[in-house]
């Protein structure tokens, strides 16, 4: 037999014993349930299973009516009645009732944690107020110094003095010279340029006594020449002119103008209350690091100084000190050149040139005109070969007195020419001329 059928076998055999004791009696009936006890309706015992009756009308002729007593709710009977309970909220808050606020004194510690109060100063507000109104007039106004003239013979005055540090690739060293306030021309005293001159302004063919940088950028130095005496040698703006740019308010406005659209990429500061900014110039690019404090000097010109100095800022219309300039790249090593301001303040100051003849052959035109007559000279020398030539041929003795005579005069003709021009360029230029 399988196991299965095993299985079937054990679990009948089971059954068929259980059944066979339950009708013995030895074990209960699992199917046999006990009879149900019969109560009353409307009986405790009923009431007791659980029966609910509802109560008899109060009418007998009319069945809706309430068979139940009423009664108010809240009062005594409603609670002994049904247990009514009823929940006590008190009166409700008035919704336009603010919480209470603590009063605290005004412009304490306390009133600003609690309330964020500003305390406005009325005396300090009038204060900067008035600052403000200074600072926009010392921009509005001009210097009340005169300017020095446009010619380069006269008095020249000055009446704020700088003293700055240059550092640059031929070395490190202080200079102070004097500035006209009213247009920016500058005086340089040699005694008073440290490295930049040695000597004192002394060299082997006589000494300097000043250099001027006059208001459009032209530049001459004066002094004595051992062969000529007394004289200025006026050299124009082949030295840069030291910011001679910063004369044109059209130049002076695009480096402002440049400055958001330049990437703020600044060296070393000097250090202090000071802004850097960094733009355009003429062909090259800055870096200015300007008081945040306004300056006093009244001035219409865009740039007082030679590179350090009093700077006119448009855009906050204050004129500023400049402490500290970088030109990028503006040095002779191809490094950047850094001039840093020491010291301003007024101090008057002033030279004449007057009782000095001016030597203009180092100008620009004054070169163009030496480069001119020296182009020439190759065809004047050869011209003369030519006639010295003709004088060697010509026949000897009486046959040849004319011939000799015609290119003689020649000659002289040419050395005559030669000579007149030279002159000219010495008399217009300054430079000792001797007629004889």
């Not at 149900?36 to 009756?53: L, Q």
């Not at 005396?123 to 380069?152: I, K």
């Not at 006589?206 to 006026?234: M, N, S, W, Y």
């Not at 400049?322 to 030109?327: D, I, K, S």
Request: a negative charge; hydrophobic letters at 40%.
């Amino acid at each position: 037999m399988s196991r299965r059928g095993v299985t079937f076998a054990v679990v009948g055999a089971v059954v068929v014993a259980g059944v066979a004791l339950a009708a013995t009696g030895v074990l209960p009936n699992p199917f046999s349930f006990p009879p149900p006890e019969v109560v009353e309706s409307g009986s405790d015992e009923a009431r007791a299973a659980g029966e609910m009756t509802m109560p008899p009308p109060a009418s007998a002729s009319d069945p809706f009516a309430p068979n139940l007593p009423i009664v108010e709710s809240g009062s005594p009977e409603a609670r002994a009645l049904a247990g009514e309970e009823i929940e006590k909220f008190g009166v409700p808050p008035n919704p336009f009732d603010l919480p209470p606020i603590p009063v605290v004194e005004s412009g304490t510690e306390d009133a600003w944690i609690a309330h964020g109060e500003t305390f406005i100063d009325l005396a300090e507000e009038e204060r900067l107020a008035e600052m403000r109104r200074q600072v926009e007039a010392t921009f509005a106004a001009n210097s009340r110094f005169p300017p020095n003239p446009e010619s380069e013979m006269g008095s020249y005055r000055f009446d704020l003095m700088i003293r700055q540090l240059i550092d640059s690739s031929e070395g490190l060293g202080e200079i102070t010279y004097f500035v006209n306030s009213a247009d920016n021309s500058q005086l340089f005293l040699p005694g008073l340029m440290g490295n930049w001159m040695p000597g004192g302004g002394n060299f082997a063919q006589g000494e300097v006594h000043f250099a001027v940088r006059q208001a459009d950028g032209d530049t001459f130095i004066c002094g004595k020449h051992q062969e000529i005496g007394p004289a200025c040698l006026l050299l124009g703006d082949d030295l840069g002119s030291a910011f001679g740019w910063f004369r044109d308010m059209s130049l002076h406005r695009d480096f402002l103008a440049s400055i958001p659209r330049t990437p703020q990429t600044l060296g070393e500061g000097p250090g202090g209350n000071v802004q850097g900014i960094r733009g355009k110039g003429d062909g090259i690019m800055l870096q200015m690091w300007v008081s945040r404090r306004p300056s006093s000097i009244a001035t219409q010109m865009p740039f007082l100084g030679a590179g350090v100095g009093v700077f006119k800022d448009t855009r906050i219309r204050a004129n500023r000190l400049v402490h500290r300039t970088r030109w990028e790249g503006g040095d002779l090593d191809g490094g950047d050149l850094v001039f840093d301001l020491v010291e301003i303040g007024p101090a008057e100051q002033s030279v004449d040139s007057s009782d000095y003849r001016f030597v203009t052959a180092f100008t620009g035109q004054g070169l163009v005109e030496a480069m001119t007559f020296g182009n020439q000279l190759p065809a004047w020398q050869g011209e003369a070969r030519a006639i010295q030539e003709a004088l060697d041929a010509c026949p000897s003795g009486r046959a040849g007195s004319d011939c000799r005579k015609f290119n003689r005069q020649r000659m002289k003709e040419l050395n005559e020419r030669v000579r007149d021009q030279a002159l000219d360029y010495g008399r217009r230029h300054g430079l000792p001329v001797d007629d004889e």
